[in-house]
């Protein structure tokens, strides 16, 4: 892979405000870039706006009723705003703070279920494929190749939220949005998450939300630091930590606030 | 001094100790009595029916008061059974749950949907008053709408309609509730992977509250197969099988009534209360297999 194609940007948010009822905003004027085959964490005390931007991305948050929106964003240079949702979801892959299995699907239907739900119809030899390249690529193929039958809700928390990544994956989107994903697991099951998200961004983008500063620090190449819906700092991760250039990214960093 | 607190202590503990055993034998007994009765309903029923429960019995229409004097005055059993009221009951019901259930399952769904908004809270509204309409209100108004101006006679058509309004409430309450118990997070999965609305609804939502939905619609069908009183308005009763809609078909509460002011028949108000009851009972017993089978929240 060349320079220019990981420098590139695969989102730009241009002055992006959301309000969940008027005047009350939620993302202030964010402007910012993603960059292609990296991890990108966006952290900020809780109520910062953080997970709503995040949300933006894939238009999650218009599932709020009466959510009002301004500015843009831009994935491969096109507004996600003139593009079909289900496309758009398509591209733009999503995983939540709690593991959300689909409690009537199988390990196999879960992983799927992207393309079921979207009335996509493949040949089983396809869907097979598509299932254990999806659970080999989030390291639980090993583990759950015997059950693969049995419901997803039948694995353990951190199983469950590895599945939950194959399910995003398995369409093969551009990016894949974390919500906190490590924010309900213990230990163990959050450094197999944070060792699969370095893996994962050789093929896929990645944007994280993460309250937990270290774990921003161990796997990000980019860092967002959000304040009150403020985008107050952006840029390499190893700069932002070392030489903060705003006094509140730095207050944040050593604890005075958050 | 120590002794003597000490002293008190172990009285004091002693003493709730007595209070606590004497409470935990009071609930017993609470819920010994309450099940006694269940026990002595189906006791007696069996005891006072199972004579007249055979093939006849499921098999052929209610006997004639002539037929079933005459059997009781040589000491045999009654001739006939109560098919014509078994095939008008399950007509009738079927006929109610063609409507009742699609129609409940997307108000419910509805009202879980649209949560507070207005128009969504009066429909609550309008439901929780029509749960608690009296059943012979309904059989009148059935009688009105249907055996007046529509049909022009008794018939199950009226019948259906009493019991399908009867359905209705308490199908959409229960799928409302269902739905309440599904996480928010198992909707946003789906949105997230792309899914429309509809197929968010048909492919998530129905499925992981299917027991739910199941138990409430067998506890809503349980409930209407034992109703009398609208069905006396409006369905009138047949002493033959009828499956026609416009005309006047029996039911097994029917000929309960039936069979209560006919004193030659006494022996198979037993015999059809058992079978009704057990009936109900093994519809309550199926929900709860379904539920446990099928439970994902």
Request: net charge positive.
């Amino acid at each position: 892979m060349s320079d220019t194609q990981t420098a590139e940007p695969v989102l730009k948010i241009e002055g992006l405000s959301i309000a969940y009822e008027p005047g009350r905003y939620a993302v202030k004027d964010v402007s910012a870039t993603v960059k292609r085959n990296s991890i990108t964490a966006i952290m900020g005390p809780s109520g910062c706006g953080k997970s709503t931007l995040l949300r933006a991305m894939n238009r999650m948050h218009e599932l709020y009723p009466n959510i009002e929106t301004r500015g843009d964003i831009l994935l491969d240079g096109q507004s996600i705003f003139s593009m079909s949702v289900i496309e758009l979801r398509r591209k733009v892959g999503m995983v939540f703070q709690r593991p959300n299995p689909f409690p009537n699907m199988t390990i196999y239907e879960n992983v799927v279920a992207g393309y079921s739900l979207n009335d996509i119809r493949l040949k089983k030899n396809q869907r097979d494929e598509i299932v254990e390249n999806a659970l080999r690529n989030v390291t639980l193929w090993d583990e759950v190749k015997e059950f693969l039958y049995r419901k997803g809700t039948f694995l353990s928390g951190g199983q469950q939220q590895r599945l939950c990544v194959a399910r995003a994956i398995a369409f093969n989107p551009e990016v894949l949005l974390l919500d906190e994903p490590t924010s309900a697991l213990d230990p163990i099951a959050t450094s197999k998450i944070e060792d699969l998200l370095g893996e994962l961004k050789k093929q896929y983008t990645i944007v994280l939300v993460t309250h937990n500063m270290s774990q921003a620090a161990r796997i990000s190449d980019d860092s967002m630091f959000m304040y009150l819906g403020e985008l107050v700092e952006a840029g390499r991760t190893e700069t932002l930590f070392t030489t903060p250039k705003d006094a509140r990214t730095e207050a944040y960093l050593t604890g005075k606030f958050g | 001094m120590n002794s003597a607190m000490d002293n008190l202590l172990t009285d004091n503990i002693k003493r709730r100790n007595r209070t606590n055993t004497r409470l935990k034998y009071i609930i017993i007994a609470g819920a010994v009595i309450t099940v006694v009765p269940i026990f002595l309903i189906v006791g007696n029923l069996a005891l006072k029916g199972y004579r007249q429960i055979n093939l006849a019995f499921f098999t052929e229409p209610a006997p004639d008061t002539f037929q079933a004097m005459m059997a009781a005055a040589s000491g045999e059993v009654i001739p006939g059974g109560i098919v014509n009221g078994l095939i008008g009951s399950l007509l009738m019901v079927l006929v109610a749950s063609l409507v009742s259930i699609p129609l409940g399952l997307m108000t419910g769904i509805y009202l879980y949907e649209n949560g507070t908004k207005r128009y969504a809270n009066f429909i609550r509204s309008l439901t929780e008053i029509l749960q608690g309409v009296p059943s012979i209100i309904l059989g009148i108004i059935a009688y009105l709408w249907v055996v007046k101006n529509i049909t022009r006679g008794y018939s199950a058509l009226a019948g259906s309609t009493a019991l399908t309004i009867m359905m209705l409430p308490l199908i959409i309450r229960s799928t409302e509730e269902t739905m309440k118990m599904i996480p928010v997070t198992i909707r946003e999965a789906a949105f997230a992977l792309g899914a429309p609305y509809y197929k968010m609804i048909i492919k998530v939502l129905i499925p992981v509250s299917f027991s739910g939905l199941a138990t409430g619609v067998l506890l809503a069908l349980s409930r209407i197969l034992g109703e009398t009183a609208p069905l006396m308005l409006t369905a009138l009763g047949n002493p033959s099988v009828s499956l026609d809609l416009t005309k006047p078909v029996s039911a097994v509460p029917l000929l309960i009534w039936d069979f209560y002011n006919d004193p030659n028949m006494v022996n198979l108000v037993w015999s059809a209360s058992l079978f009704l009851m057990i009936f109900v009972l093994s519809m309550n017993l199926l929900s709860r297999s379904i539920a446990s089978k099928h439970k994902y929240i």
